[in-house]
Every structure is written in C-alpha cells, then in structure tokens.
C-alpha cells in the first residue's frame, strides 16, 4: 500500500533555479516596494516558494486527478446523491466568455441575455414543481431548505401565527432537513415510517396540531419508495394549518412524471447541481433554487428577475422592447440570502440541460432511472437483504445484516467494491436500516455497466460469506486503504506545515 511519501507536494518536489518559464530581462527601471508597502509587511527573506518545471507541475496534477474517482472514470453509485453523466456540450456551454465572464456588477443593460436566461430558468422549474414562482439564490439543497423555512415563517408570522414553533421531518429524512429546520430557530417533531417505509399516516396525526408550522418531505423518501399517502398528508398538514416543504433532492425520480405541486407541496428545492447537470461530489459551486406557490410568493428572497416592456422598437416590428430587470423593491422579502442572484454558471448548465432535453426528454430521464434502480433491485435481493421489497423509484436501500452476522459490515462491502473500481453506494443512510447499503444508479448507464456492478456485489456476497476475512482488510488496489475517517473529518490537514510530517499524523496528535 503506497503512503504519501510516494506522491510528494510539490513543496517537497523540486530545486533551486528550475523553472517552468522564463520572464524577459527587465528593460525598465527596477523600482523598490519600499514607500509602496508599509515595511512591516515587507517580507524580510523571499518566500519558500517550490521551483519547479512545468513539466514536474503537469505530472504532480495529472497524477493527483488519476487517483480520484468520478463518474468520468467509472460508476458511481452514491445513493442520494445522483452522480449522473453530465453532457460535456453544457461546460462548454458555462464557460462560453459572454457567460464567464460577466461581473455582477454590471448595469443591467448590459446583462439582458443573463437575465432572461435566469427568467426563463425560473419558469421552467416552476412548471416541473407546479408551482408559481422561484429563487435561483440558494447555493445548495440545505441553502434552499433553510430559506424556504424562512419564507414558511414569514408567512405564519405575517398571519400573527408566530406561535407555530414546529416542523415535523420524518425519521427516514436527510440529516439536512433538521438541521435546516433547527437553524431557522424550529423546534424538530419527528414522525415515525410505517412497515411500508412510508410516513406513518396515524403517527403524523398524533403530531400534527396548533403549534405545526410545516412538515418536511422528500418524495420519493430517502429510502427510494413513493410517499403513497402523501395527498392524505398533505390535508391533514394544510387542515392543522401548517405548509408543506418538498425536499427535491431525489427529483430525478418524477421529473415530468408529477408534480410537487399537485402533491400539495407550497415549497420545493431542486438541487440543480444533481438533476440538472452540474458535475458534484468535488465541493463545487451547487445551486439549491426554491419554487414557491403563491401565497409565499411576496416572501421570496430579493432580488427578483422581472420582465416589462418598455416603449420603444424591437428591431422594426413596431413592438414595445421587452427588458428584464432585478426587482428590489419587495416590501415584504425576507431579504436578501445570497451575496447578488446564485450560482450563475450553474444556472446556464440547467438552463441548457432543460431545453436540450425537453419535456419527454426529462420524462425519460425519470424512467430510465427508476428502471435502472428497480434492475439492480431485483438482481441483488437474493443475497442482500431488503427491508421495504416493493417497486422502487430512481434508488433502494439493501441491508448487510445477513453479512454482519459473518462478521461483515456495509462498510467492508464499500471498500470491496473500490477493488473493482466503483464508488461505494452511500452507507449506513437512511438510519431506520441497519447496515444500509443505498444504490442509485441513475439513467446515465449502460445495461452492461449495471450487470458488471451486479456480478460484483454478488460476487462480495459470496466473498463475505466465504472469505470473511478478504472482505473485512479491502481495499487492496487502491493508493490509500483505511484512513480514519473521524480524524480526517474532524482535524483535516489541508495546508503545507513547512516540511513537518503531516502525513501520518493529524496536527496535535
Ligand atoms: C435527500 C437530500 N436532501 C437534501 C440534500 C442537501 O443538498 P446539498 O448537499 O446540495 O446541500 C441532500 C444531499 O445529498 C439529499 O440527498
């Protein structure tokens, strides 16, 4: 197994006087900074910068991105999380300079093209959603759920309803949606699935009351199965006077299929970064916009993109010009939650993802990625256990229990599977399973490419079964094996620590 000694920083790399390119000699006068810069922050010696050619450069990055893995380089099936292929034509798209390159300062006559761009983005996901009106500010699901409970709130309190104090979250949601719920100052109600895997209609009922401020809810739920009650829900919340959050980070399931909306949803996030072809997973830009029905509408974050036409002649038709513009004058925004209007670049990845592929396209989508989960589903469930064995959406949920009684953990079965040179599935998420194992395959891959993964995983069945012990020590093929994730997580190393070793030991250990 390689340590870190074997792919040295390019601080340890390197020597005096190399270079990787060579600045003409000075045909000016020199000039000191001394009087530019106050002396005390002049450097006294220069700084130990490596030197290094471009050629060691190029190798040292080249070599750190074959380490990593990505959907570019093979399967990925973190549950959750929809690691689909996303069309390379929509980067080059973003990186187009009219797009790039704009400062967001710029006056607003010289950004219509942007603006439309972000109107009509907005009324795309409204329609997906069902609902009237959008924020592209969020920059990531958790962004988006905290301000739609923000917009949740004004509007209770704009009803002198502020005693609303509660969400309710049922016990399978994303650790998110507490959290985001908290963070607004919520008190969390929990309501318990049912044997189907679903929120337990009878449980919610016993929650539910004059202090509900608003129910959280992904659908399909985080363990890949549609909330069927979830119009009965819906009334029950609306009745006891609360509003209903959709948590859209598995929209991939429904796209074109149904609407939030219709469910009976009045706030849904979308996680353009998963559905919408933004390439993630990396710490990236993301983008969490929320659609609002209209009752929560004069709530929404500012800016908001405004279209009007204004008298003038649109290139000889004789019609009045239409121009876009941010609206600030919202009196009863919650203000604003995002320095200027979101994630741009983002934006124009979805944007053109959406026209690309149009409605049956994206209704496509949907199917193809149901019917990939529902594949593997039924290829694995012979040697993994299932807890809910019903048709699943675009993601399912197996349990290592039968392995962990050889001794075997979901864990062991992630790191086996790298031996192969696949992701791991997200582990040990949703927490009502034990040992889970969450696969989503998404609509991007091969039928091939689902039977190789299903060859593995029965093969690691088999392996855990037999050989314990082989499964208990991978990996075995890959640059690092088992790190300590809590230490990494907690005390991470990130920065060069002038030559002490710091691969081996966190910093104060
Ligand atoms: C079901 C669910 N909800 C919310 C989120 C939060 O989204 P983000 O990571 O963009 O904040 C995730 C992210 O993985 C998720 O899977």
Same mark, same amino acid.
């Given at each position: 197994?390689?340590?870190?000694?074997?792919?040295?920083?390019?601080?340890?790399?390197?020597?005096?006087?190399?270079?990787?390119?060579?600045?003409?000699?000075?045909?000016?006068?020199?000039?000191?900074?001394?009087?530019?810069?106050?002396?005390?922050?002049?450097?006294?010696?220069?700084?130990?910068?490596?030197?290094?050619?471009?050629?060691?450069?190029?190798?040292?990055?080249?070599?750190?991105?074959?380490?990593?893995?990505?959907?570019?380089?093979?399967?990925?099936?973190?549950?959750?999380?929809?690691?689909?292929?996303?069309?390379?034509?929509?980067?080059?798209?973003?990186?187009?300079?009219?797009?790039?390159?704009?400062?967001?300062?710029?006056?607003?006559?010289?950004?219509?093209?942007?603006?439309?761009?972000?109107?009509?983005?907005?009324?795309?996901?409204?329609?997906?959603?069902?609902?009237?009106?959008?924020?592209?500010?969020?920059?990531?699901?958790?962004?988006?759920?905290?301000?739609?409970?923000?917009?949740?709130?004004?509007?209770?309190?704009?009803?002198?309803?502020?005693?609303?104090?509660?969400?309710?979250?049922?016990?399978?949601?994303?650790?998110?949606?507490?959290?985001?719920?908290?963070?607004?100052?919520?008190?969390?109600?929990?309501?318990?699935?049912?044997?189907?895997?679903?929120?337990?209609?009878?449980?919610?009922?016993? /929650?539910?009351?004059?202090?509900? $401020?608003?129910?959280?809810?992904?659908? @399909?739920?985080? &363990?890949?199965?549609?909330? %069927? !009650?979830?119009?009965?829900?819906?009334?029950?919340?609306?009745?006891?006077?609360?509003?209903?959050?959709?948590?859209?980070?598995?929209?991939?399931?429904?796209?074109?299929?149904?609407?939030?909306?219709?469910?009976?949803?009045?706030?849904?996030?979308?996680?353009?970064?998963?559905?919408?072809?933004?390439?993630?997973?990396?710490?990236?830009?993301?983008?969490?916009?929320?659609?609002?029905?209209?009752?929560?509408?004069?709530?929404?974050?500012?800016?908001?993109?405004?279209?009007?036409?204004?008298?003038?002649?649109?290139?000889?038709?004789?019609?009045?010009?239409?121009?876009?513009?941010?609206?600030?004058?919202?009196?009863?925004?919650?203000?604003?939650?995002?320095?200027?209007?979101?994630?741009?670049? /983002?934006?124009?990845?979805?944007? $053109?993802?959406?026209?690309?592929?149009? @409605?049956?396209? &994206?209704?496509?989508?949907? %199917? !193809?990625?149901?019917?990939?989960?529902?594949?593997?589903?039924?290829?694995?469930?012979?040697?993994?256990?299932?807890?809910?064995?019903?048709?699943?959406?675009?993601?399912?949920?197996?349990?290592?229990?039968?392995?962990?009684?050889?001794?075997?953990?979901?864990?062991?079965?992630?790191?086996?599977?790298?031996?192969?040179?696949?992701?791991?599935?997200?582990?040990?998420?949703?927490?009502?399973?034990?040992?889970?194992?969450?696969?989503?395959?998404?609509?991007?891959?091969?039928?091939?490419?689902?039977?190789?993964?299903?060859?593995?995983?029965?093969?690691?069945?088999?392996?855990?079964?037999?050989?314990?012990?082989?499964?208990?020590?991978?990996?075995?093929?890959?640059?690092?094996?088992?790190?300590?994730?809590?230490?990494?997580?907690?005390?991470?190393?990130?920065?060069?620590?002038?030559?002490?070793?710091?691969?081996?030991?966190?910093?104060?250990?």
């Amino acid at each position: 197994m390689a340590d870190r000694k074997d792919f040295p920083l390019l601080m340890e790399l390197g020597a005096p006087g190399r270079r990787a390119y060579l600045l003409p000699e000075l045909d000016v006068p020199s000039r000191s900074l001394e009087g530019l810069i106050p002396v005390e922050y002049l450097r006294s010696e220069p700084a130990p910068l490596p030197e290094l050619s471009e050629l060691e450069v190029v190798r040292h990055y080249t070599g750190l991105s074959r380490r990593n893995h990505g959907v570019d380089v093979g399967f990925y099936p973190l549950g959750s999380c929809t690691m689909k292929y996303n069309p390379k034509v929509n980067e080059d798209l973003a990186s187009y300079p009219g797009f790039a390159n704009l400062h967001p300062y710029q006056p607003e006559a010289t950004v219509q093209g942007a603006l439309q761009l972000m109107h009509e983005l907005e009324q795309y996901l409204c329609e997906i959603a069902g609902l009237d009106r959008a924020t592209l500010a969020p920059a990531a699901g958790a962004h988006g759920e905290l301000t739609g409970l923000m917009l949740i709130k004004a509007y209770h309190e704009s009803r002198g309803e502020s005693h609303r104090d509660e969400i309710i979250i049922p016990d399978s949601a994303h650790g998110t949606n507490p959290a985001s719920a908290a963070m607004c100052g919520y008190k969390v109600v929990e309501v318990a699935s049912n044997e189907r895997g679903c929120v337990s209609v009878d449980a919610l009922r016993k /929650v539910v009351g004059p202090r509900t $401020a608003g129910l959280m809810l992904t659908n @399909p739920n985080t &363990l890949g199965l549609f909330e %069927e !009650d979830i119009l009965t829900i819906s009334e029950i919340v609306h009745d006891a006077g609360g509003l209903l959050y959709y948590d859209g980070a598995n929209a991939n399931a429904i796209l074109g299929k149904c609407r939030p909306g219709d469910m009976g949803f009045d706030v849904v996030h979308f996680n353009l970064h998963k559905t919408f072809s933004t390439p993630h997973g990396g710490g990236g830009p993301g983008s969490g916009p929320i659609a609002v029905r209209d009752t929560l509408v004069p709530f929404l974050p500012v800016p908001v993109v405004e279209k009007r036409s204004r008298p003038g002649d649109a290139v000889g038709t004789g019609k009045n010009l239409e121009e876009f513009y941010l609206d600030y004058d919202r009196p009863h925004s919650i203000g604003k939650i995002k320095g200027f209007y979101g994630n741009f670049l /983002v934006m124009v990845r979805a944007y $053109a993802y959406i026209l690309a592929m149009g @409605p049956k396209g &994206l209704r496509q989508v949907s %199917e !193809d990625a149901v019917l990939a989960a529902n594949y593997l589903m039924a290829k694995l469930k012979s040697a993994y256990d299932i807890l809910y064995d019903r048709v699943c959406k675009h993601e399912f949920v197996l349990s290592a229990k039968r392995q962990k009684a050889n001794g075997v953990t979901a864990r062991d079965i992630a790191k086996r599977l790298l031996d192969y040179g696949m992701h791991a599935p997200t582990v040990y998420f949703p927490l009502i399973v034990e040992e889970a194992l969450m696969i989503e395959p998404t609509e991007t891959e091969t039928k091939a490419t689902l039977d190789e993964f299903v060859e593995v995983m029965l093969a690691i069945a088999q392996e855990a079964q037999e050989a314990p012990e082989k499964v208990r020590h991978a990996p075995y093929h890959t640059v690092v094996g088992r790190l300590d994730e809590t230490l990494a997580a907690r005390r991470p190393v990130v920065r060069w620590q002038g030559g002490k070793d710091m691969g081996a030991k966190a910093e104060d250990e």
